[in-house]
């Protein structure tokens, strides 16, 4: 029998679940911070909320449910695993708008999941941590989600992120002004974000593969790639800053060979948002990490405005990201409920961590504070009685659970103080004949082997201040 998870799963011992806990807790501490509420919901959906949300390539990545019962037989699906935090989001807000505030700021942390091909770093469950706020179109919104998004990366340890900024409207104004259908959208967006991970060359084979002229895929990526930042480089962020005023200089003079954009209006809107945006960030936490990158698209096909992502140098790929989405709710709805939220990794940012040997020492080294040992082979309610005490006062203790055939049998205590030593447990708190007679405790610190005398009743307050 094959005892490991289905593909695409994954177990988690009790280190990773440390790991885990202490940065979803460090998000969670943040976006309460910002006034944000918690959120859950199913694992389940029904298929037509989810279908139609994610455009076609995420509509393939549906984990369908089929139809239980007397509706087996028909191999049809009408539920789905959950793919995304998002939509659930929409399909809530839609369902309780009544009982909400008019604005409905709320963070989520739950796992998806992805019928994708599983490989290495790509999972078919994984989580995702999200932050959303509903009700307002004003780009105080948006600065307040990316300065939230500074603060947890902050927190965490990181110093070099950078938050990449672009604007839907801008991306599709330029399709339009090149008069690429609306159907080969997808495609071309689709390779804006390949430039993330490819080269010049290879973005515009792809498009050639999918059937585009070269001709035109190689214009559009040339004229990305102008805009393009790159990870490491290390000119100032407001050289890439300065990138949005030259490309509006150039949107607004046609003569100059550059497409004519016939979404004028909505591209001049896109701009003046994303300057709004990159002024109200200079008095954030997010001040200094946001770039404009033209190149940024993001798959999923519900964006409607800004967009953004996090980036660090030695990571392809993001560390999570987002944007503005005004139409989603109003799907569920039928009502203008504009929306906007970021969306943060993780995994990935549990694997960078690890790789760069981020972690709090303590969180991964130990399971507990101290370790009772129990000397006398008839008195495991001594024991019971002293690891309660100090459990009361906050510690992680573990009892070891099989007391000697005898008292201080020969090797017996050894052997507890190396099954400490084994779990990483710095210290050990040992009752013997003599200490029990004197009201006493006995702490050693394993790995110097050295041994002090507390009264029992200062023995917590000792550990606590030595911990």
Not at 206 to 220: I, P
Request: glycine share 8%.
């Amino acid at each position: 029998m094959n005892t490991g998870p289905a593909r695409g799963m994954r177990d988690f011992l009790p280190e990773d679940v440390r790991r885990r806990r202490h940065v979803i807790g460090v998000i969670a501490d943040v976006y309460q911070q910002y006034g944000f509420e918690p959120l859950e919901t199913p694992s389940v959906e029904n298929l037509e909320t989810l279908q139609g949300k994610y455009g076609e390539e995420g509509d393939r990545l549906i984990f369908k449910i089929l139809k239980r019962g007397e509706g087996a037989e028909t191999g049809q699906a009408d539920l789905a695993l959950r793919y995304d935090l998002t939509v659930p989001l929409a399909r809530v807000v839609a369902e309780y708008r009544a009982r909400l505030p008019k604005f409905f700021k709320r963070y989520q942390v739950q796992p998806v999941w992805r019928a994708d091909r599983p490989q290495k770093g790509r999972f078919r469950e994984f989580y995702q941590c999200d932050v959303d706020a509903i009700g307002s179109r004003s780009m105080v919104v948006e600065a307040e989600l990316l300065a939230a998004a500074a603060d947890v990366f902050t927190r965490l340890g990181f110093s070099d992120f950078v938050i990449r900024l672009n604007h839907r409207k801008l991306l599709e104004a330029l399709l339009a002004g090149r008069q690429i259908s609306k159907s080969s959208w997808a495609d071309f967006l689709s390779a804006a974000d390949d430039l993330d991970k490819i080269d010049v060359k290879d973005a515009v084979a792809r498009l050639m593969e999918k059937g585009h002229d070269a001709d035109g895929a190689a214009s559009w990526i040339n004229w990305l790639s102008q805009f393009k930042w790159r990870r490491g480089d290390a000119r100032p962020l407001a050289t890439f800053n300065e990138g949005l005023d030259k490309f509006e200089t150039l949107f607004n003079t046609a003569d100059q060979g550059h497409p004519q954009l016939t979404a004028r209006e909505a591209a001049q809107t896109a701009i003046v948002d994303l300057k709004k945006i990159l002024a109200l960030c200079e008095f954030t936490s997010a001040r200094g990490r946001v770039v404009f990158d033209f190149s940024l698209a993001r798959g999923l096909s519900y964006y409607t405005g800004a967009i953004f992502e996090i980036a660090v140098p030695d990571l392809a790929g993001s560390m999570g990201g987002g944007g503005r989405y005004d139409n989603l709710i109003g799907m569920f709805s039928g009502e203008d409920v504009p929306a906007c939220g970021i969306s943060l990794g993780l995994e990935r940012i549990l694997v960078v961590m690890a790789e760069r040997n981020m972690f709090p020492p303590s969180l991964v080294a130990s399971s507990a504070d101290v370790m009772v040992v129990q000397w006398f082979a008839h008195r495991t309610d001594l024991y019971l009685a002293l690891a309660t005490e100090l459990r009361a006062a906050g510690l992680r203790v573990e009892l070891y659970p099989e007391p000697p055939a005898e008292d201080n049998q020969k090797g017996a205590t050894v052997k507890q103080f190396q099954y400490a030593q084994s779990r990483g447990i710095p210290y050990a708190a040992v009752i013997g004949q003599a200490e029990l007679e004197a009201g006493t405790v006995s702490i050693r610190t394993l790995a110097t082997r050295q041994d002090e005398q507390r009264p029992r009743a200062d023995v917590a307050a000792y550990l606590k201040a030595k911990i």
